[in-house]
């Protein structure tokens, strides 16, 4: 039987062995554009990703034309979180994709 401190222990590392190997698999499987930013925003700030690879996956973001309303949601928080602001030319790209999804 197990005692209560091994299974917090293993309760506890458990997630950490999850992520890591998450991490490794986040960019290689089918996530939308949108969870592969906030994916390659945790790996850069954790040193797992260099810099031009993360400008790829933001730059897949930018490009993405999101299906829904809510995508498109998901899409505009991405963009603008933590201060972030597109060129002009992305914030055009946008409205036209919202006009869209609300026509």
């Known amino acids: 039987m197990t005692d209560r401190r091994a299974f917090l222990t293993a309760a506890l ?3 950490v062995a999850i992520a ?18 906030w994916a390659a ?4 700030n954790h ?14 973001l930018d490009r993405w034309e999101p299906p829904t ?7 505009y928080l991405a ?3 933590d201060g972030g602001c597109p060129t002009a030319e992305r914030r ?5 994709q919202a006009k869209k999804l609300l026509a």
């Open 20 to 37: 890591a190997t998450a991490d490794a698999q986040t960019f290689t499987c089918s996530l939308d554009p949108v969870d592969r930013y």
């Open 47 to 60: 040193h797992r990703m260099d810099e031009d690879d993360y400008i790829e996956v933001i730059h897949d």
């Open 69 to 75: 309303p809510r995508d498109f949601l998901r899409k």
């Open 92 to 96: 055009e790209i946008m409205i036209a």
């Open 79 to 81: 963009q603008h979180d």
């Open 13 to 15: 590392v458990a997630p």
């Open 41 to 44: 925003t945790e790996a850069v």
